[in-house]
């Protein structure tokens, strides 16, 4: 999920105001059988474990300056730079 995500990442203007929630429904609408195949997290199933690599790659995303977190705190808005 991070390989797709990075690249829906991309695929944004600079400038393009990017929320979580919206690329959580564009990887499960795109990709569902992958996500169904990575199951949950742990053993309490909180969590489907696709979520979590999208956020991974958010901020692997972060990281190579492709995006920068708008606001504080645990906003879901990010700035396609």
């Known amino acids: 999920m991070k390989h797709e995500t990075l690249t829906h990442i991309k695929s944004f203007q600079s400038g393009a105001v990017i929320h979580l929630q919206e690329v959580y429904s564009y990887i499960y609408k795109h990709f569902p059988e992958k996500c169904d195949d990575l199951g949950f997290m742990?053993?309490?199933r909180v969590e489907p474990r696709w979520r979590n690599e999208v956020r991974q790659a958010f901020h692997l995303a972060?990281?190579?300056r492709l995006i920068v977190h708008l606001g504080e705190g645990k906003t879901e808005e990010y700035k396609r730079l």
Do not use: K, N
């Open 42 to 44: 742990g053993q309490q």
């Open 62 to 64: 972060e990281y190579q």
